[in-house]
């Protein structure tokens, strides 16, 4: 049954995407808001408790509403699994921003393409070069790929066949919406940030990702140059001090011979500190890069083609595991 539920999900979702400004995205901000106001007064054994709350809650909450459901009927308890996919996986959560700088790409207007990454990551984009600004859209983009659509494919395959519906993708996306939203509360909140929250919410985040992480990296490395992309997993990885963005980047970097990482030049921003944590610098390429050629318009294209091929490899996968379960 996760086979059709993500199916379905997936083609639900090309078809009637949410918007940009949707109200699940508001919902969680309110929940997440209303938790830590009510459950965060500073101290450190305080940080598990607002944690627990915000990313349990929600996940306790949809395991009993779908083992209710399944209870009566297993109709209900598919359409039950194909919503909350639809709310937690795909590919419309992020792309409008890819789609649309690379269309301005495309039409060689770079100001609106700085714009739109700016508007997408929340930094200055005004100064980057182009170069630098294929390379920020090709990095986030992947990563966003992996959080939006592998991440949560895994733990619900994983969590659905331990009879627990959809309740892993509601745990992947919690736990990394309270990652991100934590790293930012004094701006969300308006309030103090909780040091001790930030870290947690962030290590839990990095644990939850650790095998997800490795699996993707591992489909790009299959459906593209896979010797280039393991030579380059081996190698890169420790360009990025998360180990996680690390894997990923590095694989995909190989699996199309483009180049990632580095540092931004003296004068020009954003700096790597505000969108990835630089590792130290490596022999493969100039300041820290991967190896391969520098970006171009051209690898978008071919980015999008890796993802889509690593998505049909894991629904392969799934499908046969889905048909041996059923013949036996």
Known sequence: MSFFAVLLALVIEQLKPLPRDNWIHHALVSWVGWTGR??????????????????????????ALYLGIQYHSLILALGFDVAVLYLTLGFRQFSHYFTDIRDALDRGDELEARRLLAEW????????????????????ALLAAHRHVFGVFFWFVLLSTLGLGPVGAVLYRMAEFASRYWTYPSKTLGMPANERLMHISQQVFDLIDHVPSRLTAFGFAVVGNFEEAINSWRRD???????????????????VGVQLGGQ?????????????????????????????????????????????????????????????????
């Open 121 to 140: 990551r929340h930094l200055d984009a005004s100064e980057l070069p182009r170069t630098e600004l294929l390379r920020h859209v090709i990095e986030h």
């Open 237 to 255: 990885a420790a360009l990025w001090q998360r180990s996680n963005e690390g894997v990923i980047l590095a694989a995909a970097a190989g699996a």
């Open 38 to 63: 009510n459950f965060d007064a500073g101290r450190e054994h305080h940080a598990w408790v607002v944690w627990a709350v915000s990313v349990l809650g929600p996940c306790i909450a949809v395991a």
């Open 264 to 328: 931004a030049p003296p004068g020009v921003t954003p700096e790597r500190s505000r969108t990835f944590e630089a590792g130290p610098t490596g022999p493969a390429g100039s300041a820290g890069s991967t190896g391969g050629t520098p970006p171009l318009a051209d690898h978008l294209r071919s980015v999008v083609g890796l993802v889509w091929r690593s998505v049909v490899l894991w629904m392969l996968l799934v499908a046969l595991l889905t048909l041996a379960n059923l013949v036996g």
